[in-house]
């Protein structure tokens, strides 16, 4: 068995750092802050249980997935920003 300090606390303190609580991705079923919690669950703990939960590969930090522009596609309304289409002529 190898020992790394890479997802570890490692020689860094982590209660030291300003952010006390962070969002974690529950990996596997298991009990984090006194509660179950289910594979898919996103939770904030402290940054120690956090980093314990992520060298058991029970967890992972959360990264939130930047949300889409909301795109208006109509097209010939007055909220559009879009000119209204030419229509045929008639013969």
Excluded: C, F, W
Excluded at 45 to 51: A, C, H, K, P, T
Excluded at 69 to 74: E, G, I, L, P
């Amino acid at each position: 068995m190898v020992l790394s300090t890479n997802k570890m606390g490692g020689l860094i303190a982590t209660h030291l750092n300003e952010e006390t609580n962070m969002k974690y991705l529950i990996l596997k079923d298991t009990v984090a802050n006194k509660q179950k919690v289910n594979a898919g669950d996103v939770i904030e703990l402290s940054i120690d249980e956090g980093r314990m939960l992520i060298g058991l590969n029970k967890a992972e930090e959360y990264k939130e997935k930047p949300k889409a522009k909301k795109v208006d596609r109509s097209v010939g309304l007055e909220t559009s920003e879009v000119k209204a289409p030419k229509k045929r002529a008639k013969k």
